[in-house]
């Protein structure tokens, strides 16, 4: 079967050459941005190993011989996955990679926030020596952190917050704590956001798009921190400006934004009290290569007739 990469930013191929290789999977890369460089150059494609370009109903139809489409990562937003359905393509993801690294970017922009590092460091250098200019600072053991989405990664988060001392509520009606996650307390949605001193968002985005909106920030504790290392379009970006804006929260941390990459002058930019990474809570040179292996493993199975591990939809 051909394999075609259609696209990639990342440093190499080179794992994914050495597996293709090794089982005799003829593959290339290409480097498609649009539907139409999909559809031109991927024509002969049966499985893709797909990072952004778009794979929509229109390309999927135009592509007869496509048979998997396997995705760099956790979320299929640009996968058409019911058309792809629809045509009998098989969809994967690589839902297992990097946990601990999202886990712990969570963790370091939360003690950012709380402990005022980047703010502090920033003001030291351009106004003098004065620790008074972080005031407010509280104990880590003083306060309350609300996980929302308690899966793979918000338990992994859950259980580094619990290890600092803070007191852990969550929210997710699918979760079941059982005696390793009872120092969890499980809350509804409403009472977690009031509650809350840092919110920390690890729910899939089918589940939580626009949930961080004016009504959310009027509910939070004007305190209270909020941290996305999610997807971006959890948080609505202009209420979120607003409310930092107005003071209707202490601050908020995002690793994800509504669109990628954020353009530099993004109002929310001008706000000290945020924290912004480029969509990097994933990365680690061994996460990537985690990531890397996954993906062109599971074309090869598939290539190979073997059983898949990391089925999206299910065929017929």
Known sequence: MQVIITDNDHADIDTERRILEEADVPFRLEQCATEDDVIERCADGEIFLNQYAPITRRVVEALPNLKLVVRYGVGVNNVDVEACTEHGVQVENVPDYGMNEVADQAIALMMALLR????M???TKTEGWDYTRSVPVHRLSELTCGVIGLGRIGREFAKRAHALGMKVIGYDP???PGEEFSFVEQVDLDDLMGRSDVISVHCPPEHAMDMFNK???ARMKDTAYLINVARGGIVNEADLEVALTEGQIAGAALDCMENEPAAPGNPLFAH??????PHMAWYSEEAADE???????????FACGEPIRYPVNHLD
């Open 272 to 277: 000290e009290n945020l924290l912004v990474t």
């Open 215 to 217: 009504d959310a920030f």
């Open 116 to 119: 005022k590092v980047v703010l």
């Open 174 to 176: 699918y979760f079941t």
């Open 291 to 301: 990531l890397n292996t996954k993906v062109a493993e599971e074309a090869v199975a």
């Open 121 to 123: 460091n920033d003001r």
